[in-house]
């Protein structure tokens, strides 16, 4: 599904565990990036807990476009803040790692 959340369009996915965890992903519906990812528990004494982290910030990194902020929230308060100054990809040992998969795999 999608929505409006401040003034930008959102896609939606969710689905649960067999716990029964629900899990939301939403994704900026231009640009396709992860905005939100929302768990909602369900506990039998303390009822429905829901926790998020929002991404946003995102840079180019290497070929990749990466959240340089990362806020995690539990019932809608912040409670962890994550700004990120730098991230450095080693491609060559991203290629590196890919061959050596490639030669092991059956």
Do not use: K, N, W
């Not at 910030?57 to 994550?82: E, I």
């Not at 991230?87 to 890919?98: G, K, S, V």
Request: net charge neutral; hydrophobic share 35%; charged share 25%.
């Amino acid at each position: 599904g999608s929505i409006d959340e401040g003034g930008a369009r959102l896609e939606a996915i969710a689905f649960s565990d067999l716990a029964g965890t629900l899990t939301r992903l939403y994704f900026d519906a231009l640009t396709h990036r992860l905005v939100r990812a929302e768990t909602v528990r369900t506990h039998g004494i303390y009822g429905d807990t829901t926790g998020d982290v929002v991404y946003s910030d995102y840079r180019p990194t290497g070929p990749f476009m990466l959240p340089y902020s990362v806020v995690t929230r539990v019932g809608g308060v912040p409670v962890a803040r994550l700004v990120i100054r730098s991230i450095e990809i080693d491609a060559a040992q991203c290629r590196h790692r890919r061959t050596a998969t490639e030669h092991t795999s059956p």
